[in-house]
């Protein structure tokens, strides 16, 4: 009956609530509210873990924080280590994007720019006006690593492929496929280049291994090329 149970500054409400008190451990089943530092989270079940800090939760999760929402089917959240395990499908918005998995384990530690950990299954990243999308992705110190059928997309270019790393200290986008493929439709006529291996950084590109080049009536082939965006003129070899 509206059972109310506060602990280190955290507040759960639930119509019933299961509390082990050797174990310092509480367990729902229908429903519950808990405010937390500066979260409030909603789900149809959980476990609060008192001991190793740790929420199990389940079934329409909603957790709000200022500007971040996060939603999931089933996720355990380890508090003192800002770690998240997504074992169903979860979605996470805020000011700067969103990203959206079927499971996953990131810590989303405040102070750093990025997570780091991975996520599987229908993955999607936004960041500003850069989407990611792939089979699976990998955060870490350095940047971002991707696998499967692999989409990266700004306002003006489509790269696509099997495998692509994103390094975080000067924004280079290196892309394997069979081939990758690059499309960019800013200007008049669409240009697409295909290759094995596709590194672009800024306004350059260099593509390598059994390249394609097309734009309008221009085709070509070889074994490297070099673009420059404000370049109209791209150099190669063959």
């Not at 939603?71 to 979860?90: N, Q, V």
Request: net charge negative; proline share 3%.
């Amino acid at each position: 009956g509206e059972v109310v149970m506060t602990h280190d500054g955290g507040r759960l409400q639930a119509p019933e609530l299961g509390y082990h008190i050797g174990a310092r451990m509480a367990r729902y089943r229908q429903g519950a509210t808990i405010e937390q530092e500066d979260w409030r989270v909603e789900s149809q079940t959980g476990l609060y873990n008192a001991p190793h800090d740790r929420l199990e939760l389940g079934g329409a999760v909603r957790a709000v924080r200022d500007l971040d929402t996060l939603r999931s089917d089933s996720l355990h959240w380890l508090r003192a280590e800002d770690r998240y395990l997504f074992l169903g499908p979860t979605s996470w918005h805020n000011n700067q994007g969103f990203f959206a998995c079927l499971r996953g384990d990131v810590v989303m530690d405040d102070a750093e720019e990025q997570p780091t950990g991975w996520l599987a299954g229908e993955v999607r990243v936004q960041d500003g006006d850069n989407t990611v999308s792939a089979d699976s992705l990998r955060w870490d110190e350095e940047g971002s690593e991707t696998w499967g059928e692999v989409r990266l997309t700004d306002p003006e270019v489509v790269v696509e492929g099997s495998h692509a790393r994103r390094a975080s200290r000067d924004s280079t986008d290196r892309v394997w496929g069979h081939p990758a493929r690059l499309t960019q439709t800013s200007s008049g006529d669409t240009l697409q280049i295909e290759a094995l291996h596709l590194c672009k950084r800024g306004e350059l590109l260099k593509a390598r291994d059994s390249v394609q080049f097309t734009q309008g009536q221009i085709r070509g082939q070889g074994d490297s090329l070099t673009w420059r965006g404000s370049d109209p003129n791209p150099t190669g070899s063959s």
